[in-house]
């Protein structure tokens, strides 16, 4: 008996992910959106993976050697999750905080850290490709960061 796609989405929801905005540069363009399909890998080499759904925009952007930025967002920044998340295309950079990695990838400020990354593999998985990432760089912040649990976002105190 399949599994009833409403129970199933209701068990993940209570899985409790950080949230992260992944920004690529392709054709002189910017590329983002928010992914809280995110984890760490393996420590040696250094690998982190995403999975990202085949009909966004930014999934045939993300080939063997494309850099990356993983975001992970603040408690400050449901709005920026919401932003990358609804909006299409390079506007979702539009009035926003970012400066430039050494490659040209946008680095969102005030994040709760910065994984600078290349991809290094892809894998089906469904409706979704598993990408992996090689990480080449990483900056950390003192800040909360930002939860996604239930449908909803929420914040942990320590």
Known sequence: MPMDPDSFRSALGR?????????????????????????????????????????????DVLVNGTRVVFNVLSSSQEALSRRFSEEEGSRRFEGIGFHRDRHGIAVLDDVLASIEAVVTARYDGGDHSIFVAEVLNAATHDLRPLLYYRGGYAELER
């Open 15 to 59: 899985f409790a992910s950080g949230v992260t905005v992944l920004t690529a540069r392709a054709r002189d363009q910017d590329f983002g959106m928010t992914v809280n399909a995110f984890c760490s890998l393996s420590l040696e080499p250094p690998l982190v993976l995403a999975c990202i759904g085949r009909s966004a925009d930014l999934h």
